[in-house]
């Protein structure tokens, strides 16, 4: 075999693992989507929460949310669909729907808060990072190693 | 005359099987004392080969090129860590978080198995030692990269991965989100066992490869190396670069391995996941009856067979036995070096033994030719 021909093979092997290395972090990019079912107020009007909401997302039952309450499911790749069974008031008619939401490449966890969704406004109203409030442990608590951890184990996971 | 015959065949068969045979009789004692039922046994059993089969058969390699025990499978065990790391914080979750994980240990691994091979080449003949140092000097780097580097200068964005003063990483990190998703996908449950089909399927694919790998011109240099090294010289074989190349594909299958390990486990212990993997794998094989220059895949399956039986039901078993479960987790521990320290010596009485025959014997044709030539 030539060492050109021989070049161009490897040349083509690392562009093909890199395709598939880009393919890999679109479709493998996971989510946690917070839904809100909380009354929305949105230049100047007031979206009302739903009684309840059935959240299935995949086949599976992930939450029942009633008005104030806040559910998750976790979701791999920027397509999120879900299946929504709401009824306005109480022991008012179901009514069942599919959508299906884009979600930022950028964002790990996305709150989506329903009421505004349903009411069609702009996604900024709607759409928005999850910032979890509890504070981040300091130094003092972490965990950093000590020589003692890099000494041999028993390998009891082996 | 015959019965002499059987009698010194079967004598053989005894010596050259005597670490799978004491494993054998180990296993039998220990599992009725252990009490586990059979189906709970054969399950982790089944688990286990999943989780290190691939792992081991990376070791097939070096030895086929004469490198005796790779012990320098470590460095692709760290790469894949590296690359996991990295998925980790990048959130790529599932079978493309794997998938990711082994394409980014590619690089790694070939780095170090270069580095690793160029310098066993400047060790011919004490490979097993200098890949064991080898495997604890880059520990060090290892550790400078993940406790110093990563942060400042490798961006790392998560405080779940990020330990809290602000760089370098935390002793466990989760993998909750790719946790036995090749073991899952397509699994089937027989009889309450859990067969992940998948891993088995990646396991078998290693297998034909390794196979195929065998008879390729490539494959059969490795072999002639294997063999005689000044005599595959005179034959034209570039023997420094067919044992780099060794080394480095031991490496890359590691570093798959090692992600299937993980991905199984659920977590990276990011300080220790990597620190013993070499020996318990080299364990397992030597255990299956491999030597340090023979190896097959028939080794592999057995001793990882009977090694992790061992290891389920040994600490049961000392509980049992003594009261104190603490001496079964030493027994299988001190079990795992002592097979090593044995087959290294099996190896080496073995081939003085040929080597002292072998002067006796020309010896002898010295002594008859000089007869010979006085008569």
Same mark, same amino acid.
């Given at each position: 075999?030539?060492?050109?021909?021989?070049l161009?093979?490897r040349?083509?092997?690392v562009?093909?693992?890199?395709?598939i290395?880009?393919?890999?972090?679109?479709i493998?990019?996971?989510?946690?989507?917070?839904?809100?079912?909380?009354?929305?107020?949105?230049?100047g009007?007031?979206?009302?929460?739903?009684?309840?909401v059935t959240?299935?997302v995949?086949?599976e039952?992930?939450?029942?949310?009633?008005?104030?309450?806040?559910?998750?499911?976790?979701n791999?790749?920027?397509r999120?669909?879900m299946?929504?069974?709401?009824m306005q008031e109480?022991n008012?008619?179901?009514t069942?729907?599919?959508?299906?939401?884009?979600l930022?490449y950028k964002m790990d966890?996305?709150?989506?808060?329903?009421?505004?969704?349903?009411?069609?406004?702009p996604?900024?109203?709607?759409?928005s990072e999850?910032?979890?409030?509890?504070?981040?442990?300091?130094?003092?608590d972490?965990?950093v190693?000590?020589?003692?951890?890099?000494?041999?184990?028993?390998?009891?996971?082996? | 005359?015959?019965?002499?015959?059987?009698?010194?065949?079967?004598?053989?068969f005894?010596?050259?099987?005597s670490?799978?045979i004491?494993?054998?009789?180990?296993c039998v004692?220990?599992?009725?004392?252990?009490?586990?039922?059979?189906?709970?046994?054969?399950n982790? $059993? *089944?688990?286990?080969?999943?989780?290190? #089969?691939?792992? !081991?058969?990376?070791l097939?390699?070096?030895?086929?090129a +004469?490198? @005796?025990?790779?012990?320098?499978?470590?460095l692709?065990?760290?790469a894949?860590?590296?690359?996991?790391i990295?998925?980790?914080?990048?959130?790529?979750?599932g079978?493309?978080?794997v998938?990711?994980?082994?394409?980014?240990?590619?690089p790694?691994?070939?780095?170090?198995g270069?580095?690793?091979?160029?310098?066993?080449?400047?060790a011919?003949?004490?490979?097993?030692i200098?890949?064991y140092?080898?495997s604890?000097?880059?520990n060090?780097?290892?550790?400078? $990269? *993940?406790?110093?580097m990563?942060?400042? #200068?490798?961006? !790392?964005?998560?405080?779940?991965?990020?330990?809290?003063? +602000?760089? @370098?990483?935390?002793?466990?990190?989760?993998?909750?989100?790719?946790?036995?998703?090749?073991?899952?996908?397509?699994?089937?449950?027989?009889?309450?066992?859990?067969?992940?089909?998948?891993?088995f399927?990646?396991?078998?694919?290693?297998?034909?490869?390794i196979?195929?790998?065998?008879?390729?011109?490539?494959?059969?240099?490795?072999?002639a190396?294997g063999?005689?090294?000044?005599?595959?010289r005179d034959a034209?074989?570039?023997?420094?670069?067919?044992?780099? $190349?060794?080394?480095?594909?031991?490496?890359v299958?590691?570093?798959?391995?090692m992600?299937i390990y993980?991905?199984?486990? +659920?977590?990276?212990?990011t300080?220790?996941?990597?620190s013993?993997i070499?020996?318990?794998c080299?364990a397992?094989?030597l255990?299956?009856?491999?030597?340090?220059?023979?190896?097959?895949?028939g080794?592999?399956?057995?001793g990882?067979?009977?090694?992790?039986?061992?290891?389920?039901v040994?600490?049961?078993?000392?509980?049992m036995?003594?009261?104190?479960?603490?001496?079964?987790?030493?027994?299988?521990v001190?079990?795992s070096?002592?097979v090593i320290?044995?087959a290294? $010596?099996m190896y080496?009485?073995?081939k003085?033994?040929?080597?002292?025959?072998?002067?006796?014997?020309?010896?002898l044709?010295?002594?008859?030719?000089?007869?010979?030539?006085?008569?």
């Amino acid at each position: 075999m030539s060492n050109k021909r021989s070049l161009m093979i490897r040349i083509c092997a690392v562009l093909a693992l890199i395709l598939i290395a880009a393919c890999m972090m679109v479709i493998g990019r996971g989510h946690t989507v917070y839904l809100d079912n909380k009354t929305l107020e949105y230049g100047g009007q007031t979206y009302t929460a739903p009684y309840k909401v059935t959240v299935t997302v995949k086949g599976e039952q992930v939450a029942k949310l009633y008005a104030k309450e806040r559910g998750s499911a976790d979701n791999v790749g920027q397509r999120f669909e879900m299946t929504l069974k709401v009824m306005q008031e109480k022991n008012g008619d179901e009514t069942t729907a599919t959508y299906q939401v884009k979600l930022p490449y950028k964002m790990d966890g996305v709150v989506i808060n329903l009421p505004g969704y349903f009411a069609g406004l702009p996604e900024e109203a709607w759409l928005s990072e999850f910032v979890s409030l509890i504070p981040e442990p300091s130094a003092e608590d972490g965990e950093v190693p000590s020589a003692d951890e890099f000494e041999m184990d028993l390998g009891d996971e082996f | 005359m015959k019965n002499n015959n059987s009698r010194k065949n079967f004598l053989s068969f005894l010596a050259n099987n005597s670490v799978p045979i004491l494993f054998i009789l180990i296993c039998v004692v220990c599992i009725p004392v252990s009490g586990f039922s059979p189906s709970y046994l054969i399950n982790e $059993i *089944v688990t286990r080969m999943g989780r290190n #089969i691939f792992l !081991i058969l990376c070791l097939l390699i070096p030895i086929m090129a +004469g490198m @005796g025990l790779n012990f320098g499978m470590t460095l692709g065990a760290m790469a894949a860590e590296l690359a996991l790391i990295l998925v980790s914080d990048w959130q790529i979750w599932g079978i493309p978080g794997v998938v990711l994980a082994m394409i980014l240990s590619i690089p790694f691994s070939i780095l170090l198995g270069m580095l690793c091979g160029k310098i066993l080449n400047m060790a011919k003949g004490r490979e097993m030692i200098t890949s064991y140092i080898i495997s604890f000097f880059m520990n060090g780097i290892y550790q400078l $990269i *993940v406790l110093y580097m990563m942060g400042p #200068i490798i961006p !790392i964005k998560h405080s779940n991965v990020k330990l809290p003063r +602000g760089y @370098g990483i935390r002793n466990s990190v989760d993998l909750i989100h790719m946790r036995q998703c090749l073991d899952n996908l397509l699994a089937v449950r027989v009889g309450g066992v859990k067969i992940p089909v998948l891993t088995f399927l990646l396991i078998g694919l290693l297998c034909l490869f390794i196979i195929w790998f065998r008879k390729t011109k490539l494959g059969q240099d490795m072999r002639a190396v294997g063999q005689d090294m000044d005599v595959a010289r005179d034959a034209g074989i570039n023997v420094e670069r067919t044992r780099i $190349i060794s080394i480095v594909m031991s490496t890359v299958l590691a570093g798959f391995g090692m992600v299937i390990y993980l991905q199984n486990m +659920g977590n990276i212990a990011t300080y220790s996941s990597h620190s013993q993997i070499g020996m318990f794998c080299i364990a397992a094989l030597l255990v299956g009856g491999a030597s340090v220059d023979r190896a097959s895949i028939g080794n592999v399956f057995l001793g990882v067979v009977l090694f992790h039986t061992m290891f389920i039901v040994a600490p049961k078993a000392g509980a049992m036995i003594t009261g104190d479960s603490m001496i079964g987790e030493y027994f299988r521990v001190f079990v795992s070096y002592a097979v090593i320290t044995i087959a290294l $010596i099996m190896y080496e009485t073995k081939k003085r033994k040929v080597k002292s025959q072998a002067g006796k014997q020309l010896q002898l044709e010295q002594e008859q030719e000089e007869a010979a030539a006085n008569e």
